[in-house]
């Protein structure tokens, strides 16, 4: 029996530290490695039967055609060189009548390393096909951010124990930052107050001294009204806002129209509460903001996140150890060159972009149509906004679907052609963490089955048989792994060569935590205000949802991350069919009971749901917590039905929490 060392490669803040137990064939057993320099043995349960996973009888090792209806999932057997040659004349073919800018690459989560996530870009580069624009999860939160802290690193989560006052706002700790729980609760025992600001409050209110719920796409409102409150009682650092910020005395006079008076009409939150939030938030020397991504995944998300920053900024919290804002990237400094991988040098068109948040869309495009679209590490059928629109174009009988997968999912279904994928521990990979200041590699443990081939092989193998020639698609993917270390360490200075040894033979290191005062914007100052944005000055913005009277907010699932572990019966059958949480008073108004089929509905759709009735969810709103499959859905739709595909105000993201629903009384009970 050997002991192993590889890396999560799944799509959580922390890039988790395993140790696998094998016999060279399989994997026995997998548990958190207790030496890893950020997560120090702490794994979720999720991961702990990871072995599951890859060794499951469901698992797909061959190939396949489809030979029934779209989405019946009907396949037969066939050869790889059967598929290459399918795949490869078809977009030849395309091509040639359509152009390169028919042929759609869809990608994101399924794998977060450096060189399975991005190698396909090399390919479609090469083609000239549809470039993707990937911000799928929280780039409105990065946009707003960034807006404020330039390229400056926040807090990482192990500078949490210096913090003196914690305020999780939009967290679900236990589902997204599991390794930083600890530091919640010995704060806790030390007489440090813990705040949690949520629309849902169940998962992490046990871990908090007090919970205030607030009405879904608000959250500026509040951060505004705080600091409302701050400038009108002088709690603010204001010598250091006028040293370190840019347009602080101009922002401060807008402050006056935001009362907590008026906060309290927008979020749901009673004014006496703002302002003892506001005293208790500027009393700390260094409190910490420890914000999730949900509420930045709105139409006004990039500018809440805004709002948000400054707040963390306004009492000078940053000068002090644990003092700031954690949730977003750590570190301004990168340690690995993803170039090197996805090869932007190889096209020599101007790509026809395609944000992914919009695929549905274009897969509906009849100007501009898609002819084929090549799906790997994502799941768009049950993750991606507009279901009924995305499962629309897959049913095209023009558009030529190819996916790379392990598992039969939703997506799969309405494939013309399925290729056999590996998992993590098939394969070699640098990971690069973004929500520690850590980077990882992982060398391959064990064989993949015979037929199932890593992203990097199989986009290779399209390489070839498209008949590109450069050495880039000929090397093997140990290589491709010697090379990127190599040339992404030559340009790193601050890892010692202790630290490069161990990323070049298997293991994790941990990087420089960040000088918050060095402000990475051009002037090195914090921009409060910033000229160089369509709203200079930041300010409250409603958010834009449908015209019903329920928002509908999706969280996140302490058993699944997006669509991945769905292949797991123990967590399907634990979890049931699709649940909404509603709560008490609206479902009263309905006469909506626990465990009642209700159809949550608006214009894009209808969802099938059962009924969760709980005062642990904010009023006028329903709580849709992970993806399921379709296999589990009441009506054979899933909650992404029910998501509008349009943009957030910065940062071209997600806005699926915008969206508003109304909620009815099933007339059929099909499940008890």
């Not at 409250?540 to 009277?549: R, S």
């Amino acid at each position: 029996m050997q002991i192993k060392k590889t890396i999560c490669p799944y799509d959580c803040p922390t890039s988790c530290g395993l140790i696998v137990e094998t016999d060279g064939k399989k994997i026995i057993n997998v548990k958190g490695d207790k030496n890893h320099p950020a997560t120090q043995g702490v794994i979720c349960r999720k991961m702990r039967s990871y072995e599951e996973s890859i060794h499951s009888n469901d698992r797909i090792l061959t190939p396949l055609k489809r030979t029934g209806k779209k989405g019946q999932g009907e396949f037969k057997e066939i050869t790889w060189e059967e598929a290459l040659t399918e795949i490869t004349n078809k977009w030849k073919e395309i091509i040639d009548k359509d152009g390169p800018s028919a042929i759609l690459p869809v990608y994101y989560s399924g794998v977060m390393s450096v060189i399975h996530r991005n190698c396909g870009d090399a390919l479609f580069n090469k083609m000239g096909a549809c470039s993707l624009i990937k911000t799928l999860c929280s780039s409105a939160k990065v946009a707003g951010y960034n807006s404020v802290m330039g390229n400056t690193g926040a807090l990482d989560p192990r500078e949490l124990k210096d913090s003196d006052y914690y305020i999780v706002w939009g967290s679900n700790m236990k589902a997204t930052r599991i390794q930083a729980l600890p530091d919640i609760i010995n704060a806790r025992k030390l007489g440090k107050k813990v705040v949690l600001i949520e629309t849902y409050s169940k998962p992490m209110q046990g871990y908090c001294d007090q919970v205030i719920l607030i009405k879904p796409g608000t959250d500026g409102a509040l951060a505004l009204s705080m600091m409302n409150v701050m400038v009108k009682e002088n709690l603010q650092d204001e010598q250091f806002l006028l040293e370190k910020a840019e347009g602080y005395e101009e922002f401060k006079e807008t402050l006056k129209q935001y009362t907590p008076e008026w906060a309290e009409g927008v979020t749901g939150i009673p004014k006496d509460i703002i302002i003892n939030l506001a005293r208790e938030y500027a009393s700390a020397k260094s409190p910490a903001i420890i914000l999730g991504s949900g509420n930045s995944r709105y139409t006004n998300g990039g500018m809440t996140v805004r709002l948000i920053t400054i707040l963390s900024i306004f009492t000078g919290a940053i000068k002090y150890p644990g003092g700031g804002i954690c949730g977003t990237s750590p570190t301004s400094s990168s340690y690995i060159d993803t170039d090197i991988v996805a090869r932007p040098d190889f096209r020599e068109n101007n790509a026809r972009m395609v944000n992914l948040n919009q695929v549905s869309s274009a897969l509906v495009d009849e100007k501009n149509p898609i002819k084929s679209v090549f799906v790997y590490a994502s799941n768009p059928v049950g993750s991606i906004s507009n279901q009924n629109k995305m499962i629309r174009g897959l049913m095209r009988d023009d558009l030529f679907t190819v996916v790379h997968e392990r598992f039969m999912t939703d997506t799969a279904k309405y494939a013309d052609i399925i290729l056999p994928a590996t998992f993590s521990v098939e394969q070699d990979d640098v990971y690069t963490s973004y929500g520690y200041c850590t980077v990882a590699t992982a060398k391959k443990i064990i064989q993949p089955p015979s037929q199932c081939k890593s992203n990097w092989e199989t986009f290779s193998l399209l390489a070839k048989y498209m008949g590109y020639k450069d050495d880039y698609f000929y090397k093997t993917e140990r290589e491709i792994f010697d090379e990127l270390i190599q040339k992404s360490l030559e340009k790193v200075d601050d890892l010692d060569k202790t630290q490069k040894d161990i990323l070049r033979s298997g293991g994790a290191v941990s990087t420089p935590f960040e000088n918050r005062l060095d402000i990475k914007n051009k002037s090195g100052k914090i921009k409060i205000i910033n000229d160089e944005m369509e709203e200079r000055i930041p300010r409250y913005i409603e958010n834009i949802g449908q015209e019903y009277p329920l928002n509908l907010v999706a969280v996140p699932s302490c058993e699944t991350l997006n669509s991945i572990f769905l292949e797991k019966d123990k967590v399907i059958k634990q979890r049931g069919k699709i649940k909404v949480k509603i709560n008490s008073k609206n479902a009263l108004e309905r006469n909506i009971q626990d465990g009642d089929e209700i159809i949550c509905f608006n214009n894009l759709g209808e969802v099938g749901f059962i009924a969760e009735v709980t005062d642990t969810v904010a009023i006028n709103t329903v709580i849709a917590e992970g993806v399921y499959n379709m296999d589990f859905a009441i009506n054979g739709k899933l909650v992404n039905a029910l998501h509008d595909d349009r943009l957030s105000d910065i940062g071209e993201a997600t806005t699926l929490n915008s969206n508003t629903v109304e909620i009815k009384k099933s007339e059929k009970l099909v499940y008890q």
